[in-house]
């Protein structure tokens, strides 16, 4: 089935700790996204990718990296964690025009302790 | 960053009744989008409204766009338990050309 699979689902780390949460997709969208979902702050863009070749940062891209090597992979790295990436992330992927839907993974919920 | 405010942010009614969920900006949008997330997955496309003053119906849903395109509702007749989720608005972020969402209003339907 077509979309886009994060791994892993959940993950509990310890702060200071490296974490790479790996998203891909099988739609070859050319524009890719992290979001991470915070109960009363919404989804808040952590990084993008329009192309494979190029990122750019989103609303709260501190703490985070990403790489685009290939169209179908763009995995989030946390360098060293803390407590306040405890959240949601959820990988996202679409394809021009902006006005098609943005198709979304199910999520890994992250805790660092 | 265009910000959009969405009320009520949570909501909770009786199988049967209707409902009206806003979705609201300063800044004029291209098109504005609505999702319904559930426990445990990601958001989903419900709707994309683009011309000013459109509106679309899915089944018992109905989107409307604002005719200055800052502005957006969904309202919702005789709701449902399955209507119970997290609905979302979004458009489409400039710089990013991915989309600004809203912080969602969470919705119970109570049977």
């Known amino acids: 089935i077509a979309g886009i699979t994060q791994a892993p689902t959940s993950q509990i780390l310890a702060a200071g700790r490296r974490m790479t949460l790996r998203c891909t997709q099988d739609?070859?969208?050319?524009?890719m996204y992290w979001y991470r979902q915070d109960l009363g702050l919404g989804l808040r863009l952590i990084h993008y990718?329009?192309?494979?070749?190029?990122?750019g940062k989103g609303e709260v891209p501190d703490g985070y990296s990403v790489s685009r090597a290939n169209t179908d992979d763009f995995p989030l790295t946390l360098a060293s964690a803390v407590p306040s990436q405890t959240s949601v992330y959820f990988c996202?992927?679409?394809?021009?025009?902006?006005?098609?839907?943005?198709?979304f993974g199910n999520g890994t919920r992250l805790t660092v302790t | 960053t265009q910000l959009l405010e969405q009320s009520p942010q949570f909501l909770s009614i009786q199988e049967g009744e209707n409902l009206t969920v806003y979705c609201n900006s300063s800044?004029?949008?291209?098109?504005l989008q609505w999702y319904r997330q559930e426990p445990g997955e990601g958001p989903v496309l419900l709707v994309t409204?683009?011309?000013?003053?459109e509106v679309k119906k899915l089944k018992r849903l109905t989107f409307q766009f604002g005719d200055a395109r800052k502005d957006s509702s969904l309202h919702i007749t005789a709701a449902q338990p399955g209507d119970t989720g997290l609905y979302l608005c979004?458009?489409?972020?400039?710089?990013?050309?991915?989309?600004?969402f809203g912080k969602g209003t969470h919705l119970i339907i109570q049977p």
């Open positions: 800044s004029v949008f291209s098109s």
């Open positions: 409204v683009v011309t000013g003053g």
């Open positions: 996202a992927s679409i394809t021009v025009p902006r006005s098609s839907p943005l198709h």
């Open positions: 979004a458009g489409p972020e400039g710089g990013a050309d991915g989309l600004t």
């Open positions: 739609m070859r969208h050319n524009a």
């Open positions: 990718s329009n192309t494979a070749g190029t990122t």
